[in-house]
């Protein structure tokens, strides 16, 4: 299964709900699909999207949370997957595409690559509803089941290691920055 593909398989589920994206891949192909006011591209902070996903969680507790990470930056913060399972936000879907690589900075290869399970460390960590897909069908059906649950979620979603041609966004940070915080104002 391709991310891009996947991201498109979801983008109508998506307009209703806050998402936080990981940069590179994950926020290029998304913003290609087309940019809403509810995302947010998080941008120079590799392994943090899920700490903001749960700061948001817990501050909006009326409102879904879907972060969409990368297997590379949740190995860089482990830890977040402890914490995310401590507070337990019941309105968080944590999405990791697994494309076993860095793809966004060379494409070296990850400890998925080698055998690490994300979804089972996420278990490990006291992360209630864990899960790893490989189709398109599978991971539509996952986030619908996990935005259904109202419980803390991680879906693994093994993707190939392709990404976008280029990494251009129409959007600069700044302005996203100002658009998605007057979207979460109340």
């Not at 996947?6 to 926020?27: E, F, K, P």
């Not at 539509?140 to 803390?152: G, H, N, V, Y």
């Amino acid at each position: 299964m391709k991310r891009l593909d996947a991201l498109n398989a979801v983008y109508s589920r998506l307009q209703d709900h806050i998402v936080i994206t990981i940069m590179g891949a994950v926020a290029a192909e998304l913003q290609s699909i087309g940019h809403r006011p509810n995302f947010f591209y998080l941008q120079h902070a590799m392994g943090l999207a899920s700490s903001m996903g749960l700061g948001i969680a817990l501050s909006r507790p009326d409102r879904d949370v879907i972060v969409l990470d990368g297997d590379g930056s949740v190995l860089m913060n482990l830890g977040g997957l402890t914490t995310l399972a401590r507070y337990r936000p019941r309105n968080l879907v944590h999405v990791v595409f697994d494309n076993e690589s860095l793809l966004s900075v060379g494409g070296f290869p990850t400890a998925t690559s080698t055998g690490s399970d994300l979804a089972g460390i996420a278990a490990a960590a006291g992360v209630p509803q864990t899960t790893t897909v490989r189709t398109i069908e599978a991971f539509t059906q996952a986030l619908d089941e996990a935005l259904a649950a109202r419980d803390l979620s991680l879906i693994v979603a093994k993707v190939e290691a392709v990404g976008p041609s280029a990494f251009v966004t129409d959007l600069t940070l700044l302005e996203n920055r100002f658009q998605f915080q007057r979207y979460l104002a109340p």
